[in-house]
């Protein structure tokens, strides 16, 4: 897994770890009941303070993607890759009424509109 | 929950200077970071911390302990860098370790030597020849063999290069590793802060400007940047404002009432701008 900070980012540093994290867990490279590295040892190796990266946990455990066992670790919850994507797909949904709503604007058809997303999505 | 450091309401008067009402409470495993302008009452608050003097009031707790009643026990938890030469510059490396070794308790003689090689010191050179780097670094070693739980350090990197002050952090970012373990780090040179420290002091003339979390600090603090026609309306929402012939810089705690603003631009502040600001300006915030 890569973490990248970046310092001129409108995102404050917590949030970043966090949603690479969960890019990471996404990807399968964080597997379900892995364990993560300690809060110390990600904010020795990125150089932040322990208080950030504390702050990425507890944010990862509030949204259920991690599990933190006191004195042992913490570790990708098991069902984390639904939560995922049932996240992912709530984002897909939206974006199709966006396109929906977009569509009938200018009068396309369902049958106009399937079409399309047929093309676009062999093109890829 | 374990406390390093307590202060509670801690004065120290002088002829000149006051440091007034300073409240610290620092848990254990964490890194607190002193900073202010010079004069500010940095050094004096180490010396407090490490009772070379007196406090006219308030109390000072270390690790639970008081040094009225147990001195010797909290002086043998703590390890120290400070800013003056304070040992026998006469004698070498190697000698200062061995005589150093009766007053703590648990004294590594073989932890100290393989910090003076990690840091590429010479063992037989006398303390009087080594520069200043050498000496900060000679500082640490002996900071680090004893098994302290509390480092405090008095401006440990002035006047030395970014290489070595870079190294400083790394290790003790090594040392952080250990969730026992307390930093209380004062210095002028604020970017050595932006990475290790968990909490920010602020002190200016001996007073407390702010003191909290480094990452919600920053996080509530923007750097706002605009033409010369909206400095009225920023500056009383901004804790200094800086204008000059072709537009304005401030620092605010309130960003989210400019943000629709097109005009202006925002930046994260580093922990030297929220510095200078503060100490320059009135806070409106």
């Avoid at chain 1, 670790?73 to 984390?80: I, L, M």
């Avoid at chain 2, 900073?35 to 911390?49: Q, R, V």
């Avoid at chain 2, 909290?74 to 200062?96: A, C, E, M, P, W």
């Avoid at chain 2, 003689?109 to 050179?125: A, M, N, W």
Wanted: proline fraction near 3%; glycine fraction near 6%.
């Amino acid at each position: 897994m890569n973490i990248i900070i970046s310092n001129s980012s409108e995102h404050p540093i917590y949030y970043q770890i966090t949603m690479q994290i969960k890019e990471a867990i996404i990807q399968g490279l964080l597997p379900p009941n892995s364990q993560l590295p300690s809060i110390r040892s990600l904010a020795a190796e990125l150089q932040v303070s322990v208080i950030t990266t504390k702050r990425s946990y507890e944010e990862l455990e509030n949204e259920g993607f991690i599990t933190t066992v006191p004195g042992k670790g913490s570790y990708v919850a098991p069902k984390s890759n639904e939560l995922l994507k049932e996240l992912k797909m709530r984002t897909v949904e939206e974006k199709l009424e966006e396109a929906i709503d977009s569509a009938r604007l200018i009068g396309l058809t369902l049958d106009d509109l399937v079409g399309l997303l047929k093309i676009l999505y062999l093109e890829e | 929950m374990d406390i390093a450091v307590n202060l509670k309401d801690v004065s120290k008067r002088y002829d000149d200077f006051k440091l007034e009402n300073l409240n610290i409470c620092l848990e254990s495993g964490y890194v607190l970071g002193l900073i202010g302008p010079n004069g500010a009452g940095k050094s004096t608050t180490i010396k407090l911390l490490l009772n070379h003097i007196k406090a006219d009031s308030g109390q000072i707790e270390i690790n639970g302990k008081s040094y009225d009643k147990s001195g010797p026990s909290i002086k043998n938890d703590i390890g120290f860098v400070l800013d003056q030469d304070h040992y026998y510059s006469h004698l070498t490396i190697r000698k200062i370790g061995r005589a150093l070794s009766p007053f703590y308790t648990e004294w590594s003689q073989s932890k100290f030597e393989s910090y003076i090689e990690r840091f590429s010191l010479p063992f037989d050179k006398k303390i009087s020849q080594l520069s200043k780097g050498m000496k900060m670094k000679f500082s640490l070693a002996i900071a680090l063999s004893h098994n302290a739980k509390l480092l405090l350090m008095d401006e440990p990197t002035s006047g030395l290069d970014p290489i070595v002050r870079s190294e400083l952090i790394e290790i003790l970012s090594g040392v952080m590793l250990n969730d026992k373990k307390s930093i209380i780090f004062s210095t002028h040179i604020t970017s050595d802060l932006d990475k290790i420290a968990d909490y920010i002091l602020l002190l200016n003339g001996g007073k407390t400007l702010l003191n909290e979390d480094k990452d919600a600090l920053i996080e509530r603090h923007a750097i706002v940047k605009g033409p010369k026609e909206l400095s009225h309306e920023v500056s009383d929402h901004a804790i200094g404002i800086k204008k000059h012939k072709y537009g304005f810089e401030a620092l605010t705690c309130d960003k989210n009432r400019f943000l629709n603003d097109s005009r202006l631009i925002f930046e994260k502040p580093t922990l030297d701008d929220i510095m200078l600001y503060y100490t320059k300006g009135e806070s409106r915030c």
